[in-house]
């Protein structure tokens, strides 16, 4: 089984910039597809984005596209995401996913493997 520690939340004003980092241990994090899913208060949890297992496909939700980058840092056995242009609409609990497949979309139940969250807060 592979634990996820997600890192790099924070507070930032709108416009900001802030990078969130999954660390993988007890297995190689290259070896799995990987996402990112956050939830708002009163909200349900949505899709972010998703990274295939070798890093050549990404996948982006509309309100995301073009303003968050997901990538591997595979000597680090991390995935991170670069989020840029943060917006209000941002603020949320953010939590990295993965799963042993070579890819995996943007559903819940698709990834077996959970991080505990971390915290982004984007002021106006």
């Known amino acids: 089984q592979v634990q996820l520690v997600e890192s790099g939340g924070g507070l930032v004003q709108a416009g900001g910039s802030l990078r969130l980092s999954c660390a993988a241990s007890?297995?190689?994090?290259?070896?799995?597809?990987a996402g990112w899913f956050r939830q708002a208060p009163g909200k349900e949890r949505e899709f972010v984005a998703a990274i295939s297992r070798s890093g050549s496909g990404t996948y982006y939700a509309d309100s995301v596209k073009g303003r968050f980058t997901l990538s591997r840092d595979n000597a680090k056995n991390t995935v991170n995401l670069q989020m840029n242009s943060l917006k209000p609409e941002d603020t949320a609990v953010y939590y990295c996913?993965?799963?042993?497949?070579?890819?995996?979309?943007?559903?819940?139940?698709?990834?077996?493997?959970w991080g505990q969250g971390t915290q982004v807060t984007v002021s106006s």
């Open positions: 996913a993965a799963d042993p497949a070579s890819s995996r979309g943007s559903r819940q139940y698709e990834y077996n493997y």
């Open positions: 007890g297995r190689t994090l290259s070896s799995y597809a």
